[in-house]
Nanobody, 115 residues
Protein backbone atom coordinates (compact mmCIF):
# COMPACT_ATOMS: atom_id res chain seq x y z
CA UNK A 1 0.00 0.00 0.00
CA UNK A 2 1.03 3.55 -0.73
CA UNK A 3 -0.36 6.66 0.91
CA UNK A 4 -0.11 10.05 -0.78
CA UNK A 5 -0.78 13.40 0.87
CA UNK A 6 -0.84 16.60 -1.15
CA UNK A 7 -0.34 20.11 0.18
CA UNK A 8 0.41 23.60 -1.08
CA UNK A 9 -2.76 24.55 -2.89
CA UNK A 10 -4.48 27.87 -2.41
CA UNK A 11 -5.71 31.08 -3.98
CA UNK A 12 -3.33 33.11 -6.11
CA UNK A 13 -3.63 35.92 -8.62
CA UNK A 14 -2.93 35.35 -12.29
CA UNK A 15 0.80 35.49 -12.93
CA UNK A 16 1.60 34.19 -9.48
CA UNK A 17 3.22 30.98 -8.32
CA UNK A 18 2.43 28.01 -6.12
CA UNK A 19 4.38 24.94 -5.15
CA UNK A 20 2.50 21.71 -4.57
CA UNK A 21 3.96 18.85 -2.56
CA UNK A 22 3.04 15.17 -2.49
CA UNK A 23 4.45 13.14 0.39
CA UNK A 24 4.49 9.39 -0.09
CA UNK A 25 4.53 6.76 2.63
CA UNK A 26 4.06 3.02 2.84
CA UNK A 27 5.51 0.75 0.16
CA UNK A 28 7.31 3.60 -1.55
CA UNK A 29 10.05 1.32 -2.88
CA UNK A 30 7.49 -0.09 -5.33
CA UNK A 31 6.66 3.28 -6.93
CA UNK A 32 8.12 3.59 -10.41
CA UNK A 33 6.41 6.79 -11.51
CA UNK A 34 4.52 9.67 -10.00
CA UNK A 35 2.36 12.30 -11.56
CA UNK A 36 0.22 15.33 -10.99
CA UNK A 37 -3.26 15.41 -12.43
CA UNK A 38 -5.93 18.08 -12.28
CA UNK A 39 -9.67 18.21 -12.63
CA UNK A 40 -11.61 21.38 -13.24
CA UNK A 41 -15.38 21.57 -12.66
CA UNK A 42 -17.24 19.84 -15.46
CA UNK A 43 -14.06 18.53 -17.05
CA UNK A 44 -12.24 15.23 -17.11
CA UNK A 45 -9.19 14.64 -14.98
CA UNK A 46 -6.05 15.28 -17.02
CA UNK A 47 -2.37 14.52 -16.60
CA UNK A 48 -0.38 17.67 -15.93
CA UNK A 49 3.12 16.32 -15.35
CA UNK A 50 4.83 13.04 -14.55
CA UNK A 51 8.23 11.88 -13.41
CA UNK A 52 9.71 8.39 -13.46
CA UNK A 53 12.00 6.81 -10.91
CA UNK A 54 14.81 7.53 -13.34
CA UNK A 55 13.98 11.21 -13.43
CA UNK A 56 12.40 11.43 -16.88
CA UNK A 57 9.62 13.98 -17.05
CA UNK A 58 6.75 14.86 -19.33
CA UNK A 59 4.20 17.66 -19.34
CA UNK A 60 0.89 18.49 -20.95
CA UNK A 61 1.44 21.15 -23.61
CA UNK A 62 -0.56 23.80 -21.76
CA UNK A 63 1.90 23.92 -18.84
CA UNK A 64 5.22 23.46 -20.63
CA UNK A 65 7.61 26.23 -19.70
CA UNK A 66 5.52 27.22 -16.67
CA UNK A 67 5.36 24.11 -14.47
CA UNK A 68 8.21 21.93 -13.22
CA UNK A 69 7.88 18.53 -11.62
CA UNK A 70 10.67 17.28 -9.38
CA UNK A 71 11.27 14.73 -6.67
CA UNK A 72 13.23 14.54 -3.43
CA UNK A 73 13.93 10.86 -2.93
CA UNK A 74 15.33 11.39 0.55
CA UNK A 75 12.02 12.92 1.64
CA UNK A 76 9.82 10.66 -0.50
CA UNK A 77 8.19 13.78 -1.89
CA UNK A 78 7.27 14.98 -5.35
CA UNK A 79 6.82 18.66 -6.10
CA UNK A 80 5.02 20.67 -8.75
CA UNK A 81 6.34 24.20 -9.09
CA UNK A 82 3.73 26.26 -10.89
CA UNK A 83 4.72 29.67 -12.25
CA UNK A 84 2.89 32.22 -14.40
CA UNK A 85 -0.41 30.77 -13.29
CA UNK A 86 -3.50 31.43 -15.37
CA UNK A 87 -7.20 31.32 -14.44
CA UNK A 88 -7.54 28.21 -16.60
CA UNK A 89 -5.14 26.41 -14.25
CA UNK A 90 -7.87 26.49 -11.60
CA UNK A 91 -8.65 22.91 -10.59
CA UNK A 92 -8.27 20.30 -7.91
CA UNK A 93 -4.77 18.88 -8.27
CA UNK A 94 -4.18 15.22 -7.46
CA UNK A 95 -0.99 13.28 -6.94
CA UNK A 96 -0.78 9.75 -8.34
CA UNK A 97 1.74 7.03 -7.63
CA UNK A 98 2.13 4.05 -9.94
CA UNK A 99 3.57 0.66 -9.02
CA UNK A 100 3.86 -2.41 -11.24
CA UNK A 101 0.54 -3.70 -9.92
CA UNK A 102 -1.45 -0.70 -8.67
CA UNK A 103 -1.98 3.02 -8.79
CA UNK A 104 -2.71 5.26 -5.82
CA UNK A 105 -4.25 8.71 -5.51
CA UNK A 106 -3.98 11.46 -2.97
CA UNK A 107 -6.99 13.35 -1.70
CA UNK A 108 -6.38 16.40 -3.88
CA UNK A 109 -5.61 20.04 -3.21
CA UNK A 110 -7.52 23.01 -4.60
CA UNK A 111 -5.72 25.57 -6.74
CA UNK A 112 -7.66 28.71 -7.60
CA UNK A 113 -6.21 31.39 -9.87
CA UNK A 114 -8.05 34.70 -9.92
CA UNK A 115 -7.95 37.03 -12.90
Amino acid sequence: QVQLVESGGGLVQAGGSLRLSCAASGSIFSINAMGWYRQAPGKQRELVAAITSGGSTNYVDSVKGRFTISRDNAKNTVFLQMNSLKPEDTAVYYCKGVTPTNSYWGQGTQVTVSS
